[in-house]
DNA sequence: GTATGCATTAATGTATACGTTGTCAACGAA
DNA sequence: TTCGTTGACAACGTATACATTAATGCATAC
């Protein structure tokens, strides 16, 4: 089937949650920001009824906050905000890595996991930051569905989005990752190997490294509000 | 201030949140059960509103499913699901136990944590289940508080209330943990030592043997619909 | 007897009106 | 001048009416 014959009826509040993460996501509404439900309702284009429920779905989701009578927050990530969410997706995408290498994967399920090496790859050799954090992001959530573990991938989802969130002020502020490549290819090696221990392991490092990379970089600069 | 004089207005909207909350741990609403918006609205004594609401809320966390035109549906857990919630709350309360004894807390700071082993402890010697799972209940959340990442204590809580529901079924059917308490007082014992690794490892081998334990009975029972 | 299509209906999705309540500012008293 | 009080306002929380749409059942034709 193609792309464009889809076809599929979305609702207004399924719209609702898509704008607003799109806003969100592109700084339209920036972090620390305060926004009335009526207002966004006119920016969308809709009553206040769906964007309500969006709201609502976004703050389980842990992107704002939804304050009575004060209008929905879209949450300030700190430093700290990301030292947890790195230590948190350090543990499970490495749970994940040593998952995958027991499943016994063959080179065509990896096929995809590859992939993503590759793209990483051909940006760092352009220098294009964004088709780089792009695959990286490809990488990681196709790391932890092959771990196998659904609770996994959607945790790993929530707290990635608040990685692309800081990455969009810090992507220009740090140096190409040009060593991380051999990180991936080497958990990749480990997995189609079937070593669980050593796939753990390396990713394990891998993510710690980055941690440290970004933690500072936040903090240096007194990013608070991303 | 005394706790009787709390009078804080609660929403309908959050009453509906515990409301459902307690049908559904209660068993009142059965995992795999529908029910119409109009219908939970009458029963809670509120308009549909607030009960949608909540639902969006609860969905979020893993508890129900909001369908069209079919109401919401209970979400029955399976052995399946049970493994993978083992593996997630593993991953991040061995993290969680090793970053606590990195704290380097003294006695007072881990009395609450020392208090639930003690309750646990009284609970198997007049063995009560129903009290050695509520003391269980607080171990694990006090541990992952005190390694002080509120992203893994949010986590973990939402995990937590899923076991909480295969519990209630698979509660009476095992023998008493009799030695578990062994394990709890040796993370402790780690934590207070200051000894991450001992912790991490030990609360590990813990948590591994209880997912077996349990998916054990679930598997044997054919409980796929907790 | 079976299958297809249409009409009915019932439940959600959405809009909107209204009540409730916290906020903010102006005014007055100390 | 400063602090406290009061009042209006505005935004959310909730109820309700309406539109939409998918499921269901019946009738009809093959």
Redesign the interface.
Known sequence: MTASAQGKPKSNSAIAVEKLRELIFSGELPAGSDHLETELALRLGMSRTPV??AA??LE??GLLEVRARKGVRILPISARDME??Y??LT??ES?AAA?AAKQGYDAKALAPLAKTIADMEVALDSEDRAAWAAADDRFHNELVRLGG????VA?VAL?ADQVRRARAVTLYMRPLPLKSNADHRAVLEAIRAGDAASAHAIHRSHRTNAKQTLVQILQTNRLHMV
Chains 1, 2 share one sequence.
């Open positions: 309500r429920e609502l779905t389980a989701q947890e969410i230590d948190v543990e499970l749970m998952q573990n659904s609770r996994v945790i707290m």
